[in-house]
């Protein structure tokens, strides 16, 4: 498989790529193309969190933290109703959960290249920041999130590319290599693909394109409150 600094160059190129795409087209302001560019470069080395042998990649959970924290202080920066000095701790909260709690984790129920590396893994950050970016600018919390799964999607066919040039890459490909929808565990594909389908839902509701299930539970609670009334008095 390709190297550490392989896979930060192949998404830096890839990241500039994008923001010069955004920056051309007028998508989003030059500055949000840049973040969204540097994001990409960013999300590039994310796939090989899921190996703790490598010192850059222990390193990376410092980049995960700082990153997280400053994302909380950007979606907070709006919250009237938090002081600073909340929002300083909520900050410092995220570094140390990112930092030491999602290292932890991921080293306790993940394997290298199991479905971290996947196709639904890229779907599953570009949605993340999708629900945690500053939901004021639309367009640049598409172009940011979808510079997410863009950059970590470029680590996937990095990988996929390195794996055809070996004896036998064709079918070690075909038989679950990075880009895949499924992989070898059955507990890690019906966790992948559950969260999938949360964050897809979640991000549908933010987006107004369906209703969440809450009115449909007071609807469903004042029904029974009725009917448990109606059988009480008809006694």
């Given at each position: 498989m390709a190297a550490f600094h392989q896979h930060l160059g192949f998404s830096a190129f890839v990241g500039s790529a994008y923001s010069a795409t955004l920056w051309c087209a007028g998508v989003v302001e030059p500055a949000v193309?840049?973040?969204?560019?540097?994001?990409?470069?960013?999300?590039?080395?994310?796939?090989?969190?899921?190996?703790?042998?490598?010192?850059?990649?222990?390193?990376?959970f410092n980049v995960l933290g700082m990153v997280g924290a400053l994302l909380a202080l950007h979606r907070l920066r709006h919250q009237a109703s938090f002081p600073a000095e909340t929002c300083l701790l909520i900050a410092v909260a995220t570094y140390l959960l990112l930092r030491y709690g999602a290292a932890a984790i991921l080293r306790w129920c993940t394997v290298h290249r199991g479905m971290f590396h996947s196709l639904p893994a890229a779907l599953i950050v570009g949605s993340l920041m999708f629900l945690v970016y500053d939901p004021a600018y639309l367009a640049a919390r598409w172009a940011v999130a979808a510079g997410m799964s863009l950059g970590y999607l470029s680590h996937l066919v990095l990988d996929a590319l390195w794996q055809l040039r070996s004896p036998g890459g064709l079918v070690a490909l075909a038989d679950g290599g990075p880009i895949k929808l499924v992989g070898q565990s059955r507990w890690a594909n019906v966790v992948c693909w559950s969260l999938l389908l949360l964050l897809s839902y979640c991000v549908a509701v933010e987006m107004n394109w369906l209703t969440p299930l809450e009115p449909y539970s007071q609807r469903w609670l004042s029904a029974l409150n009725h009917t448990a009334r109606d059988s009480f008095f008809s006694r």
């Open positions: 193309a840049i973040f969204a560019g540097a994001t990409c470069t960013f999300a590039g080395m994310l796939p090989d969190l899921d190996s703790d042998t490598s010192k850059p990649v222990r390193e990376l």
